[in-house]
């Protein structure tokens, strides 16, 4: 009698896990909608385009407390109705490969990027032997896809840095901002800073802040004494600088949009958590610092799929985009938690936009998830944290306690070592069912888009 191979019977598995999660969510959603994206989503077969959501520091705490606050506590948000809901480990190894169960963006993000886990602070490159391991958005290039790369950081931060190249040290943004990396600089025969790779990879679009590290002028080589952003021009980009600026760019020549000198301002304010806690305070959502000619992440991940589907429009392949909502993490560590919220929702909306998408393109992966956990819990009104904390009233009109105490007050909050959660449609989007590694995203990328 012939076997199942144990390829067959992960599929069967994930079927059964799928139609459960399916059923477990009909309370909440629409049941023939829901059971009808499961049924799709765990076949196989190729994807046409991937888009990949990261939010950063996005925690399960960090989504309920955008939920809870916003949509309230029976409510859903869009990251909430994906299909398949899994969840990844997030931990990043020592030197010598033994675990790290706390891991910054360096690390994590390197492990999705090339599918191997590194020591905290290194750029997609080995952990032992620092050599440079081939990125996902690299193997798309070579494979004829489009890339696109958007974040509400620098772009030259770590999660948008571990696509389009390899350094020694995430600090190593521009070229001035060589310290940490001897052995990457051009004069030694590296290939450069975070900002001179990322250009030099000709990613087809590139949007997010970090304008402030491209302003900076290149040392050694052929594009010595120009910045990177005139580097940038003479490689063929469009460089834009606001909302209008993006708006009037085309496809055909690849797009560097700077949105920000650092990082892209955030859109909601409030107090930020204190010892002994804060009085109820309702979140203002909006932010006198924050430029209206500001593009917001929705946009601008709207204006990358358009660029990037314009490309392909006569090839067979589609496009690879990478889409970051980072400032959740930087309002967490801040303990921040309107900025924290704000930044949420502003991702949220950014994922419906690529499902929106996906929904007339039904050959595109769509996959949701995090970095990293995060520091925010919300615990009773009644709870005295020995840290920082915020009441807040939400939109259902009740209040909510929240708490930051990884770290004494007067420090940034930390990351926290748990799993996180990874949801996704389209082809291969089975493949995040159950508790899988974070380096397995890689591979479900690359086998969705048959990348060699």
Known sequence: MHRPTRRRLAIG???????????????????????????????????????????????????????????????????DKFPLTGAYTTYAVHKDGTPDY???????GSGWATGVKTVNGRISKTPDTDKAVPTILELAQKNGYATGSVTTAELTDATPAVLASHATDRSCQGP???????????????????????????????????KQRFDQKVTDGRYKGLTVTEQARKLGYQVVTDKAGMKKAKAGKPVLGLFAPGNVPVEWTGKAAATGGTDPQRCVTSNPDRPKTTPALADSASKAIKLLEAKQK????????????????????????????GETAAFDRAVKVARDYAAKHPDTLVVTTADHAHTSQIVPLEATPPGLSSTLVTNEGQQLKVNYSTNTPGKAQEHTGTQVRIAAQGPQAYRVLGVTNQTDLFRTVREALRLR
């Open 176 to 210: 001035a901002d060589m310290a940490k990396c001897p052995n990457d600089t051009i004069a030694k025969g590296g290939p450069g800073s975070i900002a001179e790779q990322s250009v030099n990879h000709k990613v087809d679009v590139l949007f997010g802040g970090g």
């Open 102 to 108: 706390v891991t910054d963006s360096a690390a994590s």
């Open 13 to 79: 598995t994930a079927v059964v896990a799928a139609t459960a999660a399916a059923v477990a969510v009909t309370s909440v959603a629409g049941a023939s909608d829901t059971q009808d994206q499961a049924k799709r989503a765990i076949k196989g077969g190729k994807a046409k385009n991937v888009i990949l959501l990261i939010g950063d520091g996005m925690g399960d705490s960090e989504i309920t407390l955008a939920r809870d606050y916003t949509v309230g506590a029976n409510g859903r948000l869009n990251m």
């Open 314 to 341: 006569h090839s067979k392949n589609g496009f690879f985009l990478q889409i970051e909502g980072a400032s959740i993490d930087k309002q967490d560590h801040a303990a921040d938690p309107c900025g924290q919220i």
